[in-house]
Structures are given as C-alpha cells and as structure tokens.
C-alpha cells in the first residue's frame, strides 16, 4: 500500500509547486530509487493534461566520468540535456542517492572543471525560469544512504522528510500558503534595509543589501521550503562567519569552515576537515570567492541538522551564506560555477541587527517587526 504521504508529496509538485496545465511538457528528473514517487508523479501529471518526458539517472555515472574521462569527456555537455531545459514549461527534480559520498576520491580539480563546462546550461535554465518559461522544483526522496547522513533509521527519516514539507497535516498547501504570507511580509520588510549585521561566537559579519530584492521560499522551487534570501552587495561583505554545520557539496564533506571577507571576497579560508577541497571550490572562477546569496532559514518544522542541503538551509534559526553564483531575480549580479550553501546555527547567543536596530535573537526575530 503506497504511503498517503508520498501520494501527497506528488499532489503538492504537480498541482501547487508547478501548477501542471494541460499540453504542458513536463520533465522528470530522478534515480531508480525514487521510482514510487516518480509513479505519483507521472500519474499526477498525466491527470492534469500534461506530457511527461522521463529522465533517469544511475548512481555510479558521475563518478565514472570523473575517474576515467578525459578533460574533453569531463567538458562536453550533452546537448540533448540543452534541448531538455529548452523545450520543457515544467522540471520536478527528485535527488535520491544511494551513496552521497561516491565523489569523496575525486580529484577537487576535475570537478570543478565539469561545474566550469555546465555554467552556460546552469545561467539558461535560471533565464528560463526567472522570464516564466519554465515552472521548476527540487525535492528529495527519502533514501537509505540519506537516513544514514542524518543519523536516523529510515522509518524516521521518512518522518522527518515528510513533516519537513507540511505533508503530515490536513491540508499541506493551506500550510505553505500561510507560511508564504508571514514570508511575504518578512521580505517587504527587509527589502528596505541597508545593512545586516551578524553577531554570533565566532561570527561578525556585516552585508549591505540596499537596493536587493529579498525573496520569499514558499514551495514553489525548493520542497520543502521555507527561507527568504537576498543577492548581498558584491563588494559589500566584511568580517568573519563560522559555520556550524558540515557542509556537502560534490559528494564531499568539508567541517568547521570559517571565512573572512574584505571588500566582498574571502580572504582567509580555514576548515578543520576538507580545506584543500575548500580551497580548490574558491579558485574555481572569479566569482567563486564572493557571496552569491544570504538567507534566513524560517521552516519551523526542520529543526535537526541531517546533512541534505535542501533541508539544513531552511532549518528554523539559521542563516546561510552561499559562496559563488548570484540569483538575478535578488538583485545579484555575482557569476560563478559555484553555489555552495553554508549553514550557521544562530538558535543560541545570537543577534541579528539591520541599519544598527537589533532585530533578531537567538533564532527568532522580535516580534511585531512586520
């Protein structure tokens, strides 16, 4: 018997995260591991009038290309997947691994040569999506490998996994809807401000915002969701920023990053554990030392650290700080190959101030600010 909540998960991408319409091509991204889900998609989609187009990846590719290819292999793009993102009105993205740390043994140079080559397809899909030519989201399958990242069984990963997207309630969408409004007017409210400033242990960080968009998460990209993001003033940012969590990016691990900015750009990068990964990350392109992005976490419902990015950056009482790549509609205007979300708890001995107001404790903003 199929899970309700699996079922429910497909009904909340298809009908409220992508607003499947009919004659819409519609592309499914995703691994065997996630073939109960794909089924409720591709039924779903089916059932609005849509034309699915099925894309399955196998574990083990990637890291085959990246082992054994050559530089030329590890640069070419394939073109069909240029005409995926051309043609499609809509993308649904399931991750679902069976081994998050199968790139662990890759040399850091070659992967970012293969992020560099795939830029111009990364910078067109976000130009779709940001003119409305193509209804995107991202969202995750609950995996063996991913439970065993969070430290959890996965009876209670799949928990987890499902509270974390609204999905254990009545009416999931009703959820996200209020979630949006209170997001709404958090994003109005900070779109007016000048400067942030975050003060934690370990942590002093100054950005200007003047002039960015702030933009609010209800669903509708990510699932689950639940952030408000702005494109930091490129040469804006100053001071040092611990992060609390370990970071994942290209199947690997790096643990206690801590970063100073001058002028915008790191300037002095440690980490107790993958700082030759870290170093290799930054050098990968110009933009690669700056700040694409700055984010507050406001998912209530995520409230543990389960090494999933998807999840770990919209953890209620969290900020994060993404390295590299700008998204246009912030305000933005950083380019790299690189995005790499970072997480910092501010749940206890933290401020937040905007113009020099304090305006966020220990996790949560003051009330009655907007």
Partial sequence: ??????????????????????????????????????????????????????????????????????????????????????????????????????????????????????????????????NGELRSVVSAYPTTASAQDAEMSLDDYEDFVYRAGFLDRDDPVASWQELGERLDRLSAWLSERVEIRVVTEGTDLTLGVAGRTWIPCDGMENFPDGEVFTGPEESSVEGWISFTYPATFGGRIVRGIVLRFEGGEVVEAHADDGEPFLREMLAMDDGARRAGEFAFGMNEAIREFTGHTLYDEKIGGTVHLALGMSYPESGGLNRSALHWDLVCDLRSGSEVYADGELVYRNGEFLPDLF
């Fill in 1 to 130: 018997m199929a899970d309700s909540r699996l079922e429910g998960l497909a009904e909340v991408l298809v009908n409220y995260s992508t607003g499947v319409e009919p004659g819409d091509i519609v592309l499914l991204e995703t691994t065997p591991l996630a073939a109960p889900l794909l089924r409720e998609l591709h039924r779903r989609v089916v059932g609005a009038g849509g034309h699915p187009h099925v894309r399955i990846g196998l574990d083990g590719a990637a890291e085959a290309l990246l082992s054994q290819g050559s530089d030329e292999q590890i640069q070419w793009v394939n073109p069909m997947r240029t005409e995926d993102f051309e043609r499609a009105d809509v993308r649904i993205a399931i991750e679902a691994s069976s081994n998050t740390r199968e790139l662990t043994g890759i040399d850091p140079a070659r992967q970012a040569r293969y992020s560099v080559a795939r830029e111009s397809l990364r910078e067109r899909y976000l130009e779709r999506s940001r």
